[in-house]
């Protein structure tokens, strides 16, 4: 019964910053993993950050790496993703995804392995 809820995404110049929120409503306790994923029209969903539950371990890709940086709150019940020095490359759909299970240090970059997913929040970066 887990929900995730995304905001904040909108439009903003080349160079500016938008932070993403994702509320996590229901039970929580299996979630292990959470990340963001983006989609451009006409291309693959792929990962942007994910972050461990109880350790706080962060991944990104590597075209924003030094630009966004991935949290969650202290209860756990919110993920976050601060994107700095927006590019029109990052214009995309974002969407918030958990995933029950976790091998090894990172969470997983395979969208498949993902079991709940928020509705979306649309980022729009124009130059």
């Known amino acids: 019964q887990v929900q995730l809820a995304e905001s904040g995404g909108g439009s903003v110049e080349a160079g500016g910053s938008l932070r993403l929120s994702c509320v996590v409503s229901?039970?929580?306790?299996?979630?292990?993993?959470m990340a963001w994923f983006r989609q451009a029209p006409g291309k693959e969903r792929e990962v942007v950050a994910t972050i461990t539950t109880r350790g706080g371990a962060m991944s990104y890709i590597g075209s924003v790496k030094g630009r966004f940086t991935i949290s969650r709150d202290n209860a756990k019940t919110t993920l976050y993703l601060q994107m700095n020095s927006l590019k029109p490359e990052d214009t995309a759909m974002y969407y918030c995804?958990?995933?029950?299970?976790?091998?090894?240090?990172?969470?997983?970059?395979?969208?498949?392995?993902?079991?709940?997913w928020g509705q979306g929040t649309q980022v729009t970066v124009s130059s």
């Open positions: 995804a958990a995933d029950t299970s976790l091998s090894g240090t990172y969470c997983s970059a395979f969208l498949s392995r993902y079991q709940y």
């Open positions: 229901g039970d929580s306790y299996p979630i292990a993993c």
